[in-house]
C-alpha cells in the first residue's frame, strides 16, 4: 500500500516583494541625489562655467565671454586701489566674471541678482561679479540701482570682494563671522575706494540722513564713514579684535565736525 504523505499545509507566504511605492520613493531619491550632485559640481569647480581666463599675475579673471585686452587696464586699477589695503596680500585671487546673471544668483546662493559681486569667504574665496563690460571697466546695473556707478566702476567691485579675501585670511573664518558687518563692508569700501572719501562731504550726508547713507539703499558709505574714522587710531585688525559701537563712532564723526 502506498501512503500519500502529504505536506503540511503552509502558513501563507509572507510577501517579500518590496511594495511598488517603496521602490518609487528610493528611486526618486536616488535622483534627486544625483541631480542635486551634479548641480554642485560648478560649485567646486565654476571654471567648467566660465571657459575664458585671463592670467593678471595677483587677479586671475575668468569669464563666460571672451576677455578683450582692456582687462590689464582694469586688473591695473585693481592694484592700484588693493594698495590702500593695510592687509597682507592673500592671492591669487579668482575672479569670476558672470555675464549669464543666473550664474550670480547659483553662486551666491541667493534669490537676488540685484547686488554688484559676492565672495565666497568660508570655503573657496572664489569671487562672482555681476555682469561688466571690461572695455568700459563699468558693470551693467540692474534697473534697481538708483545710485550713480561714477565711483564704483568695475575695478571697484573686484577690489572691494579681495578686500573680502584678505579680511578672512587676516582674521580667520571666526572671527570674520564675528566682526560686525559695518567695519567688514566699511573697510572693504575703504580699499574698493582706493582711499578715495571725502569725509566733509560724508559728514553733512549723515547729518542730513540723505539716502546714500542708508546701507539698505545699496551703498557703504556709512560703513565706511564709520571706518575713515576709527582707523585713525586703530589698525583693521584691532578694531576687528575689539570693535566700537558704530553709533558711537559716527557720533564722534558728527560731533567733531567732520
Ligand atoms: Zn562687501
Redesign the pocket.
Known amino acids: 500500500m502506498f501512503e500519500t504523505v502529504r505536506e503540511p499545509p503552509s502558513p501563507a507566504p509572507h510577501d517579500t516583494r518590496p511594495r511598488r511605492w517603496l521602490v518609487a520613493l528610493w528611486l526618486g531619491l536616488a535622483c534627486l541625489a544625483i541631480l542635486a550632485s551634479l548641480a554642485a559640481i560648478p560649485l567646486a569647480w565654476p571654471a567648467l562655467l566660465f571657459s575664458y581666463r585671463f592670467d593678471g599675475g595677483a587677479v586671475v579673471v575668468h569669464s563666460d565671454r571672451p576677455i578683450p585686452p582692456e582687462i590689464s587696464e582694469v586688473i591695473g586699477d585693481v592694484e592700484r586701489r588693493l594698495a590702500s589695503s593695510e592687509l597682507p596680500a592673500a592671492g591669487p585671487y579668482q575672479v569670476y566674471l558672470c555675464n549669464d546673471v543666473w550664474k550670480l544668483a547659483y553662486f551666491g546662493h541667493r534669490l537676488s541678482t540685484g547686488f554688484g559681486?559676492?565672495?565666497d569667504v568660508y570655503l573657496t574665496r572664489n569671487i562672482f561679479i555681476r555682469p561688466a563690460d571690461i572695455r568700459t571697466n563699468a558693470v551693467l546695473p540692474p534697473a534697481s540701482w538708483r545710485f550713480s556707478l561714477a565711483d564704483r566702476p568695475l575695478s571697484y567691485f573686484i577690489a572691494?570682494?579681495i578686500?573680502?579675501v584678505q579680511q578672512v585670511a587676516a582674521l580667520g573664518r571666526l572671527s570674520y563671522f564675528k566682526a560686525p558687518t559695518w567695519l567688514?563692508?566699511g573697510y572693504?569700501?575703504h580699499v574698493?575706494k582706493g582711499g578715495e572719501f571725502d569725509l566733509s562731504r560724508s559728514v553733512d550726508a549723515l547729518r542730513q540722513a540723505s539716502p546714500e547713507m542708508d546701507p539698505h539703499l545699496g551703498l557703504?558709505k556709512r560703513y565706511q564713514l564709520a571706518v575713515e574714522i576709527a582707523l585713525r587710531q586703530h589698525s583693521f585688525r584691532e578694531l576687528a579684535s575689539d570693535p566700537p559701537d558704530l553709533s558711537a563712532v559716527l557720533r564722534e564723526a558728527t560731533d567733531g565736525g567732520g
Open positions: 559681486g559676492v565672495t572691494h570682494e578686500a573680502h567688514l563692508e572693504a569700501d574698493g557703504y
